[in-house]
């Protein structure tokens, strides 16, 4: 059975900044990581793929350069990675996006037995936590989101058992296979990549689809496939800053201005 | 041929055969471990074992060493005797030294008798120390130790009686000029008819005792007495500050996991090890009631080895993990600081930290597996190039309000390899703003990296990520190169000493100084002049272990202090290359301290002993430890911690 982990790679965030002047970012040296909720994704399909046996083909879209992150995932333990790379799917949205995942999901199921796909909950670029249920929507499977557990995954009976994390409280639910599972950062810590791991992933080549191999629609990918478009990007105002405390002598007397002043701003639901 | 000498002679070839074939089996082990070229600048290594292994050179540094100086010298011209000994045995009537004249018959004589007198003596103290004033370690009362010290001991006693006898007999004409044996003699009747007898049976003991002891020593700590002088001679020509390079090629194996994965010498520094304690005497993670000593680490190499000797491929006992004799657990890896202090004090020159790094190798390389707290600083390198994973734009912070040039080839003389500390921790950056201004007021042409400044690597490669570590070594060594760079001021000890000793083995030399240095060099050459009444109060110096031990760098900031402030600093009980680490080197900087107290605490607890107003550092880790330790102890409204640049930048005149 077939776990599909969905990853993207993604610039360093806390290294990119918007220029003022155009409001664009600045990507120019900033360097790309995995984005780090996929990499909790990723070690969940590791660690079910050594309990139950699954085996993890990794997918990606994005640009040629992507194939550095895919290659990372090859060396923490996946069987496959293929990068989903062609000029006609840039520009996408959420939704155009999911399309070319779920294209790429619904092509390895046609060989093997899908059993979930995993997702992070969301990109730290993008952050709209859309592009794992619009693939579970696509699909037409489960959808199980904000997942801080797998309980259990029952092969025969083709159900998996997990945890959600609401606010507040916690859910256990059950669902059929094949599941979309789009887990939360404290699901689990990763794993780090062994060196004959990374010797051995510098070696393997990555599978590249192209719109060729992927034969989709162009009028549901890409730019022209995207319900939404980024009219501006630009850095939010924030009110300066204000240091307290400076008179108080005693720890409780500065506890007690910053309580007085959090109450002053509304900022404590009492 | 009479009757004894043909059963002398079966005696001998049964303990000659038995200890050969005990060497053959224990030596044989050591060649099951990877080469390592020990025999290049066979002049040096002569000159090293005559020096250390003959000259006793570091065993002497500790006041008992004399003893065990008195008992080497004894052996080594005992053994003399006993060689003559053993031949007389099988040619009683052809080889004795009694059939020389007179003259040097009784010179050999006076001081075989002489030197037995010392060796008795000294396995006499050696004994009574066990018991009023013991070695640092608990084995030293070990049954091993005894029946070692009761062989000697037995040897010199046989040896003196059998003399005894001869002379009390009359039969031995140097009677006089052996003084002890002579003063046996006297309290035995002379001429009488037993003589004969009692002078066969100490030779029988003698000649029993010398064989057992032979055939003893390779199964007892004292195997030492065969492979500590090699061992001298197999001493690493310089200074241990580096670790070797590994060769990521599929199919190799990384680091060590199994005993037969280190080095021959490695194996064979297991055998060496006398079992003394000074390397965890001196360990700051002993000290501290860790469950790592250096001694025993060694000493479980050893064990692993021969207790997974007859195991063709199959190893019951692994080297790390396992319980008991011959396993080393893995929090004990992790706690080393690699400061080296052990290395330092080893009388036969062990090489503990890299045998240590090469375990943390095959953790981190081949199971992926350290503590946790790693895995961030492990991922914040690879990604970001500094430890804490901050935005490579904020390393010009520091710089805000200073005109920093960048370093451009042709135009900068010197970079100033800021390092992550000095450019991302808050501490540190005024000790990098005084660099600035102490380089500006001699007025020296050095400039920056800016934000292409990457990290050296040091944590990785002591915490056994070397193949991350090579990358980052890699990239900046290109980097060097394409920006035309050749000489380097750090600020950071572990950037001088990586930049300096560990990116040599890329090939590349680079002209790298330590800002105490360089500060020292200016001030010498006059070209920094400083106010020599800067008002600190009483300075207390710590010595960086990659700055003293590593480096031998222990004067030049000693000068620098004296000529900022008038006065030489104070020393606490521990400096030099005796200092005793801050807690942070080798990685565990980025670690949590679980077991024992806390090193950084014992080092700030030491100083404060000799009241100081200042403490000085010249590294921003020491720097870290200092500040968090005198805040443990309450202390840092009273003492404050300064970086040797900060004391500078304070002394410079006024414009």
């Keep these: 059975m077939l776990i599909v982990a969905c990853v993207k790679q993604v610039p360093d965030t806390t290294q990119v900044k918007v220029d003022p002047e155009t409001g664009t970012l600045i990507r120019e040296g900033v360097p790309f990581i995995m984005n780090p909720y996929d990499t909790h994704a990723l070690e969940e399909s590791l660690r079910l793929k050594d309990k139950y046996g699954f085996r993890v083909a990794v997918i990606s879209m994005g640009p040629p350069n992507a194939e550095v992150t895919l290659r990372k995932t090859l060396a923490l333990g996946a069987d496959e990675a293929i990068l989903l790379s062609d000029r006609v799917f840039g520009g996408a949205d959420t939704l155009a996006t999911s399309m070319v995942l779920t294209g790429a999901i619904k092509k390895l199921a046609e060989k093997e037995e899908l059993g979930i796909v995993m997702c992070g909950r969301q990109t730290i670029d993008g952050d709209t936590a859309q592009v794992g249920p619009g693939i579970a929507t696509r699909l037409g499977c489960s959808q199980l989101t904000l997942v801080d557990r797998i309980e259990e995954v029952d092969i025969k009976a083709k159900t998996i058992k997990v945890r959600r994390k609401l606010e507040g409280r916690h859910e256990v639910v059950s669902a059929p296979l094949p599941a979309m599972i789009a887990v939360l950062r404290e699901i689990n810590s990763p794993r780090y990549p062994s060196v004959p791991m990374r010797l051995e992933a510098e070696d393997t080549s990555i599978v590249l689809w192209d719109n060729k191999v992927m034969q989709m629609d162009e009028a549901t990918i890409g730019l022209q496939g995207s319900a939404t478009q980024v009219r501006k990007i630009f850095s939010p105002e924030r009110a300066k800053g204000e240091i307290l405390g400076g008179e108080a002598d005693k720890p409780e007397d500065s506890a007690k201005l910053l309580i007085t002043r959090m109450i002053e701003k509304d900022l404590l639901s009492l | ?655």
């Design chain 2, 1 to 655: 041929m009479t009757a004894t000498v043909t059963a002398f002679i079966i005696v001998l070839i049964l303990a000659i055969a038995f200890f050969a074939y005990s060497c053959y089996q224990r030596f044989g082990l050591v060649l099951k471990g990877k080469p390592d070229n020990r025999f290049n600048a066979i002049g040096k290594r002569l000159w090293n074992m005559l020096f250390y292994a003959f000259g006793q050179r570091r065993v002497v540094k500790k006041p008992f060493g004399i003893n065990h100086f008195v008992l080497f010298w004894a052996f080594m011209i005992l053994l003399i005797s006993n060689t003559e000994f053993l031949l007389n045995g099988l040619a009683p009537d052809t080889i004795s030294f009694s059939l020389l004249p007179d003259g040097a018959y009784f010179t050999l004589a006076l001081i075989f008798d002489i030197m037995s007198l010392l060796a008795l003596i000294a396995v006499v103290l050696a004994i009574i120390r066990r018991f009023t004033f013991p070695p640092p370690y608990t084995e030293a009362k070990s049954r091993d130790a005894f029946v070692i010290l009761g062989l000697v001991a037995g040897l010199m006693i046989a040896f003196f009686g059998m003399n005894a006898c001869e002379i009390a007999a009359g039969t031995d004409r140097a009677g006089v000029w052996m003084p002890v044996a002579n003063w046996v003699a006297s309290w035995l009747p002379s001429g009488a008819a037993g003589l004969d007898t009692g002078a066969q049976v100490c030779w029988w003991f003698h000649a029993i005792i010398l064989l057992a002891f032979l055939n003893y020593l390779p199964y007892s700590k004292h195997m030492h007495v065969l492979t500590s002088i090699p061992n001298c001679f197999f001493k690493a020509l310089e200074k241990v500050k580096t670790q070797p390079r590994e060769e990521f090629k599929k199919g190799n194996t990384f680091g060590v996991g199994e005993v037969e994965n280190f080095t021959w010498k490695g194996l064979f520094d297991s055998y060496s090890c006398t079992e003394c304690g000074r390397c965890s005497d001196a360990c700051p993670a002993t000290f501290t009631g860790k469950p790592l000593q250096p001694r025993l680490f060694i000493h479980d190499i050893k064990m692993n080895l021969l207790k997974n000797a007859d195991k063709d491929g199959h190893k019951e006992l692994p080297l790390i993990g396992g319980e008991g004799e011959g396993s080393v657990k893995e929090e004990v890896i992790w706690e080393c600081t690699t400061c080296g202090a052990c290395m330092e004090v080893c009388p036969v020159f062990i090489e503990h930290v890299p045998r240590i790094v090469d375990m943390r190798r095959h953790l981190v390389e081949t199971k992926a597996k350290f503590p946790e707290e790693l895995l961030l600083l492990f991922e914040n390198m690879e990604q970001r190039s500094n430890p804490w994973g901050i935005a490579p734009a904020e390393r010009t912070k520091w710089a805000a309000d200073l005109d920093v040039k960048p370093f451009e080839a042709g135009k900068t003389e010197y970079l100033f390899y800021v390092g992550c500390a000095g450019a991302l921790d808050a501490r540190n950056r005024h000790t990098t703003i005084s660099l600035a201004k102490i380089f500006d007021k001699a007025g020296i042409s050095w400039g920056t990296l800016g934000r292409d400044e990457m990290c050296c690597g040091d944590s990785l490669r002591r915490l056994g990520n070397e193949y991350v570590f090579e990358k980052m070594a890699q990239a900046n060594i290109k980097m060097f190169a394409e920006k035309g760079v050749k000489k380097i001021i750090t600020q950071c000890p572990h950037c001088f000493s990586t930049l300096k000793n560990d990116y040599r083995q890329y090939g590349v030399e680079l002209e790298v100084v330590h800002h105490t240095e360089f500060i020292n060099q200016l001030i010498r050459e006059g070209r920094l002049k400083l106010k020599s009444d800067t008002d600190l109060g009483k300075i207390i110096y710590h010595d960086s272990c990659y700055l003293g031990r590593y480096n031998g760098i222990y004067e030049a900031p000693r000068h620098v202090i004296a000529s900022a402030t008038g006065s030489a600093p104070l020393e606490m009980e521990r400096s030099r290359d005796n200092g005793f680490c801050c807690g942070a080197g080798g990685g565990r900087m980025w670690m949590e301290e679980k077991e024992g107290s806390l090193i950084n605490v014992a080092r700030v607890e030491e100083a404060l002993k000799k009241e100081p107003d200042t403490v000085c550092v010249a590294c921003p880790y020491c720097m870290t430890m200092f500040d968090d330790g005198l805040k443990d102890k309450e202390a840092s409204d009273k003492v404050r911690v300064l970086d040797l640049a900060e004391i500078v930048a304070n002394a410079l005149p006024d414009e």
